[in-house]
């Protein structure tokens, strides 16, 4: 029997009708130099009708490709709500890769248009000559335009080119399971993978944002993303917070830890999210200058494993809760968030808190051993996790990977355990797992335990070739500002909390740990740096 209920696609448009109309009090502040600058959805949305009716005017129709390379801000946001309500494909550039992956992202997705901010404009412009399909470019702000010299794209001042155009726009009617938007992720073998958002998985995934296995986030939320809108849509948190009329606090390119603990004590969000690496460096800063966080309920940190010590200090030394959680751009990207179950104490809530959470209903895991059998969810079994939903990717955009595809699920590439009611702890990357002697290491629970260290600010574990084991752990770490600790008394404090065999023998001191584009420890790096020799390594006996 089919169902009698109406089949309305899920779409972008509508929750973008939702959210500037029921919601068009909400408020979006976005930092500059002079303070916030402040919008209500009401005149988002109109704001992004008229950039709407200016791409129609550039020629954009059909699944076009229309590119960002900026910051979180309003405008970006503008571009989020117009771009897939007009049928037209938003994606997401990322503005800290190099330039050669830039170029061939945006060739590989055949962009039209690229929206710029224009203090990027210095990037963007050196690689405009090699973008072979775009158009157009759009600059938002001031900018030196004249730094445009080589490309075939012609360039466009924003405000001129939405100005006189209708404030109100019928937004096209969409199939939900077409594309909305794209990221691209780096692919383990081969170049950057795109994914392709569709109407209705944007959809979904917003409302689990908004669940209390999400996010929890509701009206009365005013939500910080720190997290770039270029990094897996920002966690979701653009539609997500529209759907509800959360009010969205966006820092543009104020990310440094002062302007940051600023913004969050002059405009009081209820609600933030970030990479570990950001909060980290927030704490030293507040450590060093408290400032009032206290308007915080929540923080979610994810896209690498949060150290339990920083989850311990955030909440001990300034009242903020973080609420730890994992996730993919492949899985767009909300898959596990780590609320405990309720009517549980401080202390029994602990062990679900740091692990990477609970998979909620519209994401199934199941773990495979290395010969591909099936492993049990008893807590303990470790093996690779495979996902599935609908809003998890079941392919990349024109690239064949099938190594990442096994019978319908995502192979995640992330190692780990699953209990039977559905907690997640992962051990590590498969490909930052360290076998030493037949036996696997977790990098991350040294990484974890190093990192509670009061003096360690900073610590990153990778394998190394070893003649006797194969690999073994080398443990890199950055001392916290005024602090001094020596390899010697690292392994001491290792030894009590890990068996003898996993405590490292190699040991590094940096200045910083080397970072990926979106802000992750990049163990890639730190591998070729050792492999060259261009790490200072004490070796204990
Ligand atoms: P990306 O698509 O760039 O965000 O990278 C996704 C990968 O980040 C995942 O496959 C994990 O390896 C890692 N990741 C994300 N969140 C976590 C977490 N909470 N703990 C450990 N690893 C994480």
Redesign the pocket.
């Known amino acids: 029997m089919r169902s009698t209920m109406q089949d309305v696609p899920l779409s972008v448009a509508t929750i973008v009708r939702h959210g500037t109309t029921v919601h068009g009090s909400g408020e979006v502040l976005t930092c500059t130099e002079e303070g916030a600058r402040s919008a209500t959805y009401a005149e988002v949305g109109r704001r992004a009708a008229q950039l709407a009716g200016a791409l129609r005017g550039l020629g954009v129709q059909g699944d076009d490709r229309v590119a960002t390379f900026m910051w979180n801000n309003q405008e970006h946001l503008e571009a989020y709500l117009a771009v897939p309500s007009m049928g037209a494909v938003l994606h997401t550039l990322n503005i800290r890769l190099f330039p050669d992956q830039v170029i061939y992202i945006a060739n590989h997705a055949e962009d039209k248009v690229v929206l710029v901010d224009g203090s990027l404009l210095p990037l963007l412009a050196k690689m405009l000559p090699e973008l072979s399909t775009v158009d157009h470019v759009v600059v938002n702000g001031p900018g030196d335009t004249s730094l445009i010299t080589g490309g075939r794209a012609q360039v466009h001042s924003w405000q001129e080119l939405i100005a006189g155009q209708p404030e109100a726009v019928d937004w096209v009617e969409v199939d939900e399971r077409d594309a909305a938007a794209m990221c691209y992720?780096s692919g383990t073998t081969g170049g950057p993978k795109g994914v392709a958002y569709s109407h209705r998985s944007i959809y979904l995934h917003s409302m689990q944002i908004c669940m209390r296995e999400g996010f929890g986030l509701s009206s009365a939320d005013r939500a910080l993303a720190v997290v770039p809108m270029f990094?897996?849509m920002a966690w979701g948190l653009p539609y997500a917070a529209l759907m509800v009329g959360a009010s969205l606090h966006l820092p543009d390119r104020f990310l440094a830890p002062e302007p940051l603990a600023r913004f969050i004590s002059e405009e009081r969000p209820t609600f933030a999210a970030a990479v570990p690496t950001v909060w980290t460096g927030l704490l030293a800063h507040l450590d060093a200058t408290p400032s009032d966080m206290t308007s915080l309920r929540e923080v979610v940190v994810?896209?690498?494993?949060?150290p339990p010590a920083l989850m311990q200090a955030f909440e001990q030394r300034h009242g903020v809760r973080i609420t730890?959680?994992?996730?993919?751009?492949?899985t767009s990207?909300l898959g596990s968030v780590a609320q405990p179950p309720p009517g549980l104490s401080a202390e029994q809530e602990w062990p679900y808190r740091v692990s990477?959470g609970l998979l909620p209903a519209g994401v199934t895991g199941r773990l495979v051993g290395p010969d591909g059998t099936r492993l049990p969810h008893d807590g303990t079994s470790v093996g690779e996790l495979e996902v599935r939903g609908p809003w998890v990717t079941a392919s990349y955009y024109r690239d064949d990977d099938p190594e990442k595809f096994h019978d319908g699920w995502l192979r995640?590439?992330?190692v780990g355990s699953l209990t039977p009611d559905g907690y997640l702890t992962?051990t590590d990357?498969s490909k930052d797992v360290i076998k030493s002697g037949g036996e696997w290491i977790s990098s991350?629970e040294l990484e974890n335990h190093l990192m509670g260290h009061p003096a360690v600010a900073e610590a990153s574990v990778v394998g190394v070739p070893d003649d006797k084991w194969g690999e073994r752990p080398l443990a890199t770490v950055v001392v916290r500002e005024g602090a001094t600790v020596s390899a010697e008394e690292l392994r001491a404090f290792l030894a009590g909390l890990v068996a003898g065999w996993q405590v490292p023998e190699r040991w590094a001191f940096i200045a910083e740990v080397p970072k990926t584009s979106?802000g992750?420890f990049d163990k890639k790096v730190l591998r070729k740096q050792y492999a060259e020799g261009s790490l200072e390594v004490t070796r204990l006996s």
């Open positions: 992720t990094h897996a994810g896209g690498s494993a949060c730890h959680a994992w996730g993919m751009t492949e990207p990477q995640t590439g992330d992962l990357r991350v979106v992750k």
